[in-house]
Protein backbone atom coordinates (compact mmCIF):
# COMPACT_ATOMS: atom_id res chain seq x y z
CA UNK A 1 0.00 0.00 0.00
CA UNK A 2 1.27 3.36 -0.94
CA UNK A 3 0.32 7.02 0.55
CA UNK A 4 -2.11 8.72 -2.29
CA UNK A 5 -2.16 11.98 -0.02
CA UNK A 6 -0.77 13.74 2.78
CA UNK A 7 -3.68 16.16 3.86
CA UNK A 8 -5.14 18.12 6.62
CA UNK A 9 -7.28 16.34 9.16
CA UNK A 10 -11.39 16.46 9.41
CA UNK A 11 -12.94 17.64 12.18
CA UNK A 12 -15.25 14.37 12.14
CA UNK A 13 -11.87 12.27 12.31
CA UNK A 14 -10.63 13.16 16.08
CA UNK A 15 -12.02 9.84 17.20
CA UNK A 16 -10.38 8.17 14.79
CA UNK A 17 -6.47 9.85 15.46
CA UNK A 18 -7.19 9.41 19.08
CA UNK A 19 -7.74 5.19 18.57
CA UNK A 20 -5.11 5.36 16.72
CA UNK A 21 -2.72 7.09 19.01
CA UNK A 22 -3.68 4.21 22.04
CA UNK A 23 -3.16 1.65 19.07
CA UNK A 24 0.21 2.76 17.96
CA UNK A 25 1.17 3.54 21.67
CA UNK A 26 0.29 0.17 22.45
CA UNK A 27 2.18 -1.34 19.58
CA UNK A 28 5.22 -0.99 21.96
CA UNK A 29 4.20 -3.48 24.95
CA UNK A 30 2.62 -1.07 27.17
CA UNK A 31 0.14 -2.65 29.58
CA UNK A 32 -3.35 -1.71 29.63
CA UNK A 33 -3.03 0.67 33.09
CA UNK A 34 0.05 2.42 31.56
CA UNK A 35 -2.32 2.95 28.42
CA UNK A 36 -4.84 4.00 30.65
CA UNK A 37 -3.33 6.61 32.31
CA UNK A 38 -2.16 7.72 28.81
CA UNK A 39 -5.74 8.30 27.40
CA UNK A 40 -6.46 12.05 28.19
CA UNK A 41 -3.34 13.07 26.52
CA UNK A 42 -3.43 10.91 23.60
CA UNK A 43 -7.73 11.83 22.69
CA UNK A 44 -8.00 14.51 20.38
CA UNK A 45 -10.73 17.07 20.56
CA UNK A 46 -12.61 18.15 17.85
CA UNK A 47 -11.41 21.59 18.43
CA UNK A 48 -7.98 20.53 18.68
CA UNK A 49 -8.50 20.40 14.79
CA UNK A 50 -10.15 23.32 14.15
CA UNK A 51 -7.57 25.20 16.85
CA UNK A 52 -5.34 27.85 14.34
CA UNK A 53 -2.54 26.59 16.61
CA UNK A 54 -2.93 23.61 15.27
CA UNK A 55 -1.49 21.38 12.09
CA UNK A 56 -2.77 18.01 12.08
CA UNK A 57 -2.07 15.89 8.95
CA UNK A 58 -2.85 12.42 7.96
CA UNK A 59 -1.07 10.03 5.78
CA UNK A 60 -3.80 8.82 4.04
CA UNK A 61 -3.54 5.49 1.82
CA UNK A 62 -5.82 5.29 -1.73
CA UNK A 63 -8.12 2.89 -0.07
CA UNK A 64 -8.99 5.98 2.16
CA UNK A 65 -7.30 4.26 5.30
CA UNK A 66 -5.55 6.37 7.59
CA UNK A 67 -2.27 4.85 8.30
CA UNK A 68 -0.64 7.82 10.72
CA UNK A 69 -1.00 11.32 11.45
CA UNK A 70 1.02 14.12 13.36
CA UNK A 71 -0.06 17.62 14.88
CA UNK A 72 2.18 20.13 15.26
CA UNK A 73 1.07 23.09 17.98
CA UNK A 74 2.19 26.58 17.14
CA UNK A 75 1.32 28.03 20.24
CA UNK A 76 5.08 29.39 20.33
CA UNK A 77 5.19 29.86 16.45
CA UNK A 78 9.38 29.94 16.04
CA UNK A 79 9.38 27.03 18.22
CA UNK A 80 6.64 24.64 17.44
CA UNK A 81 5.94 21.24 19.35
CA UNK A 82 5.30 17.88 17.62
CA UNK A 83 2.92 17.04 19.77
CA UNK A 84 1.78 13.66 17.94
CA UNK A 85 3.37 11.41 15.60
CA UNK A 86 1.65 7.81 15.14
CA UNK A 87 1.78 5.60 12.77
CA UNK A 88 -0.94 2.51 12.74
CA UNK A 89 0.67 -0.59 14.20
CA UNK A 90 0.41 -2.34 10.54
CA UNK A 91 3.01 0.07 9.29
CA UNK A 92 5.51 0.64 11.79
CA UNK A 93 8.84 -0.04 10.44
CA UNK A 94 8.32 0.67 6.38
CA UNK A 95 8.92 4.26 5.92
CA UNK A 96 5.84 5.51 7.05
CA UNK A 97 7.61 7.56 10.27
CA UNK A 98 9.78 9.47 8.20
CA UNK A 99 7.54 10.48 5.60
CA UNK A 100 5.24 12.45 8.41
CA UNK A 101 8.21 13.56 9.94
CA UNK A 102 9.30 15.28 6.68
CA UNK A 103 5.89 16.86 6.30
CA UNK A 104 5.71 18.11 9.67
CA UNK A 105 9.34 19.65 9.12
CA UNK A 106 7.96 20.98 6.28
CA UNK A 107 4.91 22.61 7.66
CA UNK A 108 7.10 24.00 9.89
CA UNK A 109 9.51 25.77 7.85
CA UNK A 110 6.48 26.96 6.09
CA UNK A 111 5.32 28.78 9.06
CA UNK A 112 9.02 29.95 9.44
CA UNK A 113 9.71 28.20 12.69
CA UNK A 114 13.68 27.86 13.87
CA UNK A 115 13.20 24.39 15.52
CA UNK A 116 10.90 21.80 16.49
CA UNK A 117 10.18 20.47 20.22
CA UNK A 118 9.63 16.70 20.46
CA UNK A 119 8.63 15.07 24.10
CA UNK A 120 8.99 11.39 22.57
CA UNK A 121 8.34 8.28 23.93
CA UNK A 122 11.24 6.31 24.96
CA UNK A 123 10.55 3.86 21.82
CA UNK A 124 10.63 6.92 19.13
CA UNK A 125 13.75 8.46 20.81
CA UNK A 126 16.12 6.57 18.41
CA UNK A 127 14.09 7.17 15.14
CA UNK A 128 13.69 11.11 15.96
CA UNK A 129 17.98 10.94 16.40
CA UNK A 130 18.37 8.99 13.12
CA UNK A 131 16.10 11.55 11.64
CA UNK A 132 18.27 14.52 12.65
CA UNK A 133 16.88 15.38 16.03
CA UNK A 134 19.44 16.61 18.83
CA UNK A 135 18.55 15.12 22.74
CA UNK A 136 18.68 18.38 24.54
CA UNK A 137 17.12 16.88 28.28
CA UNK A 138 14.47 15.38 29.66
CA UNK A 139 10.99 16.35 30.56
CA UNK A 140 8.20 14.81 33.10
CA UNK A 141 5.58 13.00 31.49
CA UNK A 142 2.18 14.58 31.61
CA UNK A 143 -0.04 10.90 31.78
CA UNK A 144 2.69 9.46 34.47
CA UNK A 145 4.06 11.33 37.30
CA UNK A 146 7.31 10.27 38.32
CA UNK A 147 8.33 9.18 34.50
CA UNK A 148 10.55 11.21 32.35
CA UNK A 149 10.93 11.44 28.56
CA UNK A 150 13.43 12.49 26.20
CA UNK A 151 13.42 16.15 25.01
CA UNK A 152 14.27 16.52 21.71
CA UNK A 153 14.52 19.29 18.79
CA UNK A 154 15.01 19.44 15.04
CA UNK A 155 16.56 22.41 14.27
CA UNK A 156 15.32 23.93 11.21
Not at 53 to 81: C, D, H, V
Request: hydrophobic share 40%.
Amino acid sequence: MTISVIRSAKVQEAQLLSDLALRSKGHWGYDADFLLNCKTELTYDPSQLLSPTYSFKIAELKQQYIAGFFALNFLQPEFPELEALFIDPEFIGRGWGKRLLDAAVSVAQHHQAQRIKIQSDPFAEDFYLANGAIKVGETESQSIQGRFLPLLEICL
